[in-house]
């Protein structure tokens, strides 16, 4: 891969902020909808970060992204009691910001 197309590969900052705000509000007991809502969009970022840390050839990180696609998925949904949500989105949103250095335009 070449480094002009592999500098083009990644997320905004901004996009991983806002998906680890959504994330971590998903902690708060919000209605129904929301947590739709939240479904959708974390998937969308972790396919996303898995993509963007294989294409630079991490090891792990597109595993774990992987993971978490799978686990916030609106499809196929993974029903877990409460607490546990509470802690996956934690974990999530945690993740994605201490990821972000990882994901983010290389300069």
Known sequence: MNDRSESSLHIPLAVIVLASGVILLGVAKMPYGYYTLLRIVATAVFVWAAFVSHSRQHQ????VFGFAAILFNPVIRIH????????ANIGAGVLLLASAQHLVRRR
Do not use: E, G, N, T
């Open 60 to 63: 792990a990180l597109p595993w």
């Open 80 to 87: 877990l009691d409460r607490s546990i949500w509470v802690w």
